[in-house]
């Protein structure tokens, strides 16, 4: 069984960053996780994905901005976010195993979520 825990989250004014974790059970190293984020009023958006040590792929709207730096041995992905922005405001979710790599944009193909962190950024 699959369960993944966050933490992280916080309130912070823009410029700032934060790290978030996501620690992952019940599944390999080499399995994809990845986060998105849920703003008020908005469904889910992707954010970035880990595919391997040297190859992740982000949301425009976060490209030089946020990482996500996985750590191998405990399983965790972090998001680390920097140079926050009001619009960045949302609960962030990480997610883990998606069905089709075509698809990874799509909330609906990954199978395993996170509980959610709330990040909230002041202007």
């Known amino acids: 069984q699959v369960q993944l825990v966050e933490s992280g989250g916080g309130l912070v004014q823009a410029g700032g960053s934060l790290r978030l974790s996501c620690t992952a059970s019940?599944?390999?190293?080499?399995?994809?996780m990845g986060w998105f984020r849920q703003a008020p009023g908005r469904g889910l958006d992707f954010v970035a994905v880990?595919?391997?040590?040297?190859?992740?792929t982000y949301a425009t709207s976060v490209l030089g901005r946020f990482t996500v730096p996985r750590d191998s041995a405990t399983n965790t992905i972090y998001l680390q976010v920097n140079s926050l922005k009001p619009e960045d405001t949302a609960e962030y979710y990480c997610?883990?195993?998606?069905?089709?790599?075509?698809?990874?944009?799509?909330?609906?193909?990954?199978?395993?979520w996170g509980q959610g962190t709330q990040v909230t950024v002041s202007s």
């Open positions: 019940g599944l390999t190293f080499t399995t994809p």
């Open positions: 880990y595919w391997t040590r040297t190859n992740a």
């Open positions: 997610a883990a195993g998606h069905s089709s790599r075509a698809y990874y944009t799509r909330a609906d193909s990954w199978y395993n």
